[in-house]
């Protein structure tokens, strides 16, 4: 959905992984590889636990 106030894309969506290994993997030791996806993309990734929100342009986080 659009932010009205910056003009980007915002998705919001939480993982349910088997286990914390897995969740522990995607995100990479600190982060790194959400960093990865970030830069890849062109967005900001914010997470608490396995809630994540994804913005930027809508190219972007429905990439993401």
Do not use: W, Y
């Amino acid at each position: 959905m659009p932010d009205a106030g910056t003009g980007n894309n915002l998705i919001e969506l939480d993982l349910v992984p088997a286990d914390s290994e897995r969740m522990a993997n995607l995100c990479g030791q600190i982060d790194a590889h959400l960093r990865q996806i970030e830069q890849r993309l062109a967005i900001q990734i914010k997470n608490r636990g396995s809630h994540f929100e994804l913005s930027g342009s809508a190219d972007g986080t429905e990439a993401g």
